[in-house]
């Protein structure tokens, strides 16, 4: 099922969304308080300043126009009077993104006045230099356009409700308490995340066959509840481990009995010089029978009892190679320097004696063992020269009771070795992998961390 265009923008962890999703709803908080504010309270302010402001405007077009010609000289010349707009005056203020909403403060408090003032009398806004308001009056200036009675600008200082600096650090207080609000919900949702992290850890224990010290459930309700279903799911796992370990030690018990039983009365019922293929048959038989429930009890048991401690595997597959080679089966060996890694004895054991007896019995030709120790981790090869099952196939064989085509010739297992191989790896905490062989053969990989599980 593939996942919609938007889903695969969305961050991928938990925490980065809620905090993205923070940041945006904080952010939208903020525009939407800052169009309230600028459209319901900043703008009615304004145009009341551009109302008030309009009406002194047209008191001192009508006092310049009652003033007589010789004090309207002087009161001209304190205004700047000009007959010629400077080019610094402009019909709106410039466009500044960085303060859009000083722009739109001046913006409307230039509308708002138009609309005031009488049409033949326009205003212009200057920025460069000086902030000025230049309005074109009725009546002339003495000594300039009187004789012709021609209108002129005169510059009056820009009111403070229409620079739209007070709404600055207002502006700033909210971007602070946004960013506040976004740090308080990080630090919320780590808070919140920390059970969950222990969740996943003490989960990836369960898969590895470990089984982990219960879960605190003294947080928020659902975690608590989470963590107490995760305890009641290991508790279960626990008894139920239990009680296959007892199952499988008395079926053992009480079926290895009769059958020591059944040896002995075999050998005591038939007469000294008898047929002896019929004994040799019938305790192969038994042997068989006997090395399936010990596979039974490898798989069932795996180690996970075991304490781990620090060892030397070089060592162990030293002495494991040497007992071979008494039976008649040569490994070579290639071991390179390793760190000491913890794992259990017993377990380690089985699954190096499992893997070289697997290349003995379906190898047969080309057996070696060669180590190694790279990024953090060990790695110990097992490898023949047979020609039988590829990477691929032995892949499918790591599931229980799985056995490859060339097994058949091989009647006393049960399917089992592989599995218990892979149990035991994923026990220390590592994985196994299959790899063809530099000139043919196989490998088998044990790759197991410097810090193995205890």
């Not at 265009?5 to 999703?21: D, K, M």
């Not at 069932?300 to 620090?310: D, N």
Request: proline share 6%.
């Amino acid at each position: 099922m593939t996942r919609s265009p938007w889903r695969r923008l969305l961050p991928r962890t938990l925490l980065a969304r809620n905090i993205a999703l923070l940041i945006v709803l904080v952010m939208l908080s903020q525009v939407a308080s800052i169009v309230v504010l600028l459209h319901y309270v900043q703008r009615p302010r304004v145009e009341r300043a551009a109302a008030v402001f309009a009406s002194y405007v047209t008191t001192l077009d009508n006092l310049l126009a009652a003033t007589p010609p010789a004090s309207r000289a002087a009161l001209s010349a304190r205004l700047d009077a000009r007959e010629e707009l400077p080019p610094e005056a402009n019909d709106a203020p410039p466009h500044d993104l960085l303060r859009a909403y000083r722009g739109y403060q001046r913006r409307v408090f230039l509308d708002s006045l138009r609309a005031h003032l009488p049409a033949d009398m326009p205003a212009r806004w200057q920025t460069e230099g000086a902030q000025r308001l230049w309005i074109r009056m009725h009546a002339p200036a003495a000594g300039t356009a009187e004789s012709t009675g021609a209108p002129y600008w005169i510059a009056l200082p820009i009111p403070a409700d229409a620079q739209g600096s007070g709404l600055e650090a207002a502006i700033f207080l909210s971007l602070g308490l946004g960013v506040l609000a976004a740090l308080a919900g990080y630090a919320i949702q780590l808070h919140l995340n920390e059970p969950l992290r222990e969740l996943t850890g003490a989960a990836r224990r369960v898969s590895a066959g470990d089984m982990p010290e219960p879960l605190p459930t003294d947080g928020p309700a659902e975690i608590a509840a989470v963590g107490a279903a995760f305890n009641q799911m290991t508790h279960a796992l626990r008894e139920a481990e239990a009680t296959r370990a007892l199952m499988l030690a008395g079926i053992s018990h009480d079926i290895r009995t009769p059958l020591t039983k059944l040896r002995l009365s075999m050998a005591m019922a038939l007469p000294a010089g008898a047929d002896s293929s019929f004994v040799v048959a019938a305790e192969s038989y038994l042997d068989h029978i006997e090395t399936i429930l010990q596979q039974f009890m490898d798989y069932a048991g795996s180690g996970e009892r075991e304490q781990a401690q620090p060892g030397d595997l070089n060592a162990l597959i030293e002495r494991l190679a040497g007992d071979f080679a008494g039976l008649g089966h040569e490994f070579e060996l290639s071991l390179g320097a390793l760190p000491a890694v913890r794992y259990r004895p017993i377990g380690m054991m089985r699954l190096l004696m499992n893997l070289m007896q697997n290349a003995i019995v379906y190898g047969g030709a080309g057996l070696a063992v060669r180590t190694w120790a790279s990024g953090g981790a060990v790695t110990v090869a097992v490898g023949d020269r047979g020609k039988g099952l590829t990477a691929a196939e032995l892949e499918k064989l790591k599931a229980p009771f799985q056995r490859g085509p060339n097994a058949r010739a091989h009647s006393g297992g049960t399917g089992l070795g592989l599995s218990i191989v892979e149990r035991i790896a994923r026990l220390h905490g590592g994985g196994l992998q299959f790899h063809p062989r530099d000139g043919g053969g196989l490998e088998v990989w044990v790759v197991l961390p410097v810090e193995a599980q205890a």
